[in-house]
């Protein structure tokens, strides 16, 4: 027993000088931990989270040139305060007649859709209020338009595999 | 006469409002205030064995609130330090059989002859828990440095911010390992504190002692010798205001600090 003890401690004593160089389970615990009250506090799914970026994918493809895939959008907590964190690797900026003729295009579908039943005016008025929420991101936005942007993308995309994989595994249970 | 009524909670079980409950009431007491117990963990009653009190209870909460018997007559006076009581829960009974109008009460009336009344709230988030809350202006959140605990723990400062009767809450981490939070592998009280953004009232180590003391159903806190013992001391003068530093709980750094501790655990041992 004696031996085995101080065998057991030996080992130990130096594995945990080779811990040091990897990441800490602490680590993993904290940033596991943080992604999940994220979800816990503000009630957004990651499907949610998912659509989200698609629309704003779609709204903000009217005034920038953007790399589509790489756009994130993120929640990150500072203090007391939750954030929404858009990161968008911008490729050009549009000139101003392409700018013109996309929103040209999206009134014209407008006209057309009010000139649409009854029903459909509510979905209209809808994206209405969309639209709204959107254009105070988009301020956000312009704010991290920072060169970092592009290196933090590796890392949300883990952070949303974790979301997804989190999701399966409340499926499972 | 105006106590004050802190209600100590958690949302997981099992990392210690109970111990906490005993501990702080007791250390209270000890510096002279007039404390009383509830506990609202109807079904699961676990106060009176940690204070040694399980073979004095004659009424519980659910005979005070069926008009079986006074107020008074259902408070177990402490073996050792008069100003402590203790309310016990019904163990024959479920969570539905005291109402949150009915704590309320019973806490409004506690207030004018006691200094402190602490409520003891059952895990979860449910019932028992809306119970606890009823009657309290001020909460203690208990935690340990585990996810499950902190995710927990989140959810309960959630659910006591929407309260309105609930003015102030402060966190107690618990059974914190020093030497794992040391090795990384633990959090560490600053990662709990910035995790769940609310103000620390105390770090408990974790104390074999803890286990022992509760074997005899005395409270750690008379134990003078013991770190979490004087952990749980200085939460308690936290609360009556006193400014007192955390207990430095860190363990000796660098590898000569490291093999001192080795060489000296081996020695241990092997006596």
Known sequence: MILQNLYNKVIGFFRQTDAEQQESTKDTACNRLRVVLMQDRTNLTPELMERMRREMVELLSKYVEMDKDALELNLEQDGEQVALMLSIPVIRAKDEEEIKAALAKEDEEKAKSEEASEAEEDINDDDNEKDEEDSEKYEDDEESEDGDDIEEDDESEDAEEDFKESKKDTEDK | ?271
């Not at chain 2, 210690?16 to 404390?35: C, D, E, H, R, S």
């Not at chain 2, 009767?165 to 504190?193: F, G, H, Q, T, W």
Request: net charge negative; charged share 30%; aromatic share 4%.
């Open chain 2, 1 to 271: 006469m105006s106590g004050r009524v802190i209600v100590i909670t958690s949302g997981k079980g099992g990392v210690g409002k109970t111990t906490t409950n005993a501990n702080i009431g007791t250390a209270l007491a000890k510096m002279g205030k007039k404390v009383v117990m509830i506990d609202t963990d109807l079904g699961l009653r676990n106060l009176d064995l940690l204070l040694g009190l399980e073979n004095r209870i004659v009424y519980t909460i659910v005979d005070v609130v069926e008009e079986r018997c006074k107020l008074k007559q259902a408070l177990v006076k402490d073996k050792k330090n008069p100003n402590l009581c203790l309310l016990a829960a019904a163990q024959t009974r479920d969570k539905t059989a005291v109402t949150e109008e009915q704590l309320k009460e019973i806490c409004e009336k506690l207030q004018k002859d006691f200094d402190f009344i602490l409520v003891d709230c059952p895990a979860g988030i449910e019932q028992g828990f809306q119970n606890a809350v009823a009657g309290a202006s001020e909460a203690i959140v208990v935690t340990t440095p585990e996810m499950s605990a902190v995710r927990d723990a989140d959810r309960i400062i959630g659910l006591l911010e929407a309260k309105e009767e609930i003015k102030s809450y402060k966190l107690l981490l618990n059974r914190y390992r020093p030497n794992m939070v040391n090795a990384n592998d633990m959090m560490s009280v600053d990662d709990v504190v910035e995790i769940l953004s609310a103000e620390l009232i105390g770090i408990i180590p974790e104390d074999t002692g803890i286990i022992t003391s509760t074997n005899k159903g005395e409270p750690i806190v008379n134990d003078e010798k013991s770190l979490a013992g004087q952990a749980y001391n200085n939460v308690a003068r936290r609360i009556i205001g006193e400014d007192v530093p955390f207990l430095n709980l860190e363990e000796p750094k660098g590898m000569v600090a490291k093999m001192k501790k080795f060489f000296s655990n081996l020695i241990g041992k092997e006596k």
